[in-house]
């Protein structure tokens, strides 16, 4: 199976910061990649999908880049609605795996 | 609007078995592969299974193989998982989840997940 890391672990910010995600992949995986945002109780919602495509109805503010093995999800100005759980998740075949998430809050 | 509504969950012994079912509604449920994603308590999210839209081929975490079936009913736009020897583990929040896109563009990028819904395995 493709091992995916993410890191920080965690991460505290401010509403307005520019906060920085990166996940790794044990193999390359080309641009298959997604990222989720998870709210507490809550089901996870798709982000961004191949790497860097935006989902429809998400913020501007979210962005993905990377490709092969190094990915990063970046929000350019924290808002409170984006305190949560950031998941990677590669799709280049289909032993699915996810991150281990990164949690940001305040 | 895109809706996917768990149910079927409960406690069971070690050993039980239990069918989830997600029905689907909002989306032409037989065009689009359909998956489950469970999350243990605290934990995070893992891949169990999948299911393509015209059930022609499914697949298993290796957690799972062996114990878990997927099925689905396109004419009830329903979406099944049939647990079987439950172990201890296999306490999570399962989550039904839509794959993104249909036919060629079909990605298992989960655009819509429903609400989930706890098993809990424990004697």
């Known amino acids: 199976d493709i091992q995916m890391t993410q890191s920080p672990s965690s991460l505290s910010a401010s509403v307005g910061d520019r906060v920085t995600i990166t996940c790794r992949a044990s193999?390359?995986?080309?641009?298959?990649l997604a990222w989720y945002q998870q709210r507490p109780g809550k089901a996870p919602r798709l982000l961004i999908y191949?790497?860097?495509s935006l989902e429809s109805g998400v913020p501007s503010r979210f962005s993905g880049s990377g490709s092969g093995t190094e990915f990063t999800l970046t929000i350019s100005s924290l808002q409170p609605d984006d305190f949560a759980t950031y998941y990677c998740?590669?799709?280049?075949?289909?032993?699915?795996?996810f991150g281990p998430g990164t949690r940001v809050d305040i | 609007q895109v809706q996917l509504v768990e149910s079927g969950g409960g406690v069971v012994r070690p050993g039980g078995s239990l069918r989830l079912s997600c029905a689907a509604s909002?989306?032409?449920?037989?065009?689009?592969?359909m998956y489950w994603v469970r999350q243990a308590p605290g934990r995070g999210l893992e891949f169990v299974s999948f299911?393509?839209?015209?059930?022609?081929?499914?697949f298993y975490a290796a957690s799972v193989k062996g114990r878990f079936t997927v099925s689905r009913d396109n004419s009830r736009d329903t979406l099944y998982l049939q647990m079987n020897n439950l172990k201890t583990e296999d306490t999570a929040v399962f989550y039904c989840?839509?794959?993104?896109?249909?036919?060629?563009?079909?990605?298992?990028?989960?655009?819509?997940w429903g609400q989930g819904i706890l098993v809990t395995v424990s004697s």
């Open positions: 193999q390359n995986i080309h641009n298959w």
């Open positions: 909002g989306f032409t449920f037989s065009a689009y592969d």
């Open positions: 299911i393509l839209s015209d059930s022609g081929n499914k």
């Open positions: 998740q590669q799709y280049n075949n289909y032993y699915l795996t």
């Open positions: 989840a839509r794959g993104r896109g249909v036919g060629r563009d079909a990605t298992p990028a989960f655009d819509h």
């Open positions: 191949e790497a860097s």
